[in-house]
Nanobody, 111 residues
Framework: QVHLVESGGKLVQPGESLKLSCLVT????NTWGMRWYRQAPGKERE???????????NYADSVKGRFTILRPGAANTVYLQMNSLTPEDTAVYYC?????WGQGTQVTVSS
């Protein structure tokens, strides 16, 4: 059975960086496409970043140049490195693999 567990979310100030983790059990992350989504209050869930099984990456325009999805291969974990955070990045961030979701981790950007 596949389980995804996100962690790393917290309250940060604008301009700071944060790295989210998604620990996967039940499947190897380096053979599946992985995605990070986020959902802000009152808004629909949106795709933030994805990495294909082959390693190609794509990002939402709103985070391009600031966020990086990483899959180094060790610890069966996928990361989302987030730099230059703004209040608009405040949301619950979810990890996704082949129809499986994690429980989400809250990121709040506020001064």
């Amino acid at each position: 059975q596949v389980h995804l567990v996100e962690s790393g979310g917290k309250l940060v100030q604008p301009g700071e960086s944060l790295k989210l983790s998604c620990l996967v059990t039940g499947r190897p992350v380096n053979t599946w496409g992985m995605r990070w989504y986020r959902q802000a209050p009152g808004k629909e869930r949106e795709l933030v970043a994805q990495i294909t099984a082959a390693g190609s990456t794509n990002y939402a325009d709103s985070v391009k140049g600031r966020f990086t999805i990483l899959r180094p291969g060790a610890a069966n974990t996928v990361y989302l490195q987030m730099n230059s955070l703004t209040p608009e990045d405040t949301a619950v961030y979810y990890c996704h693999m082949d129809g499986f979701w994690g429980q989400g981790t809250q990121v709040t950007v506020s001064s």
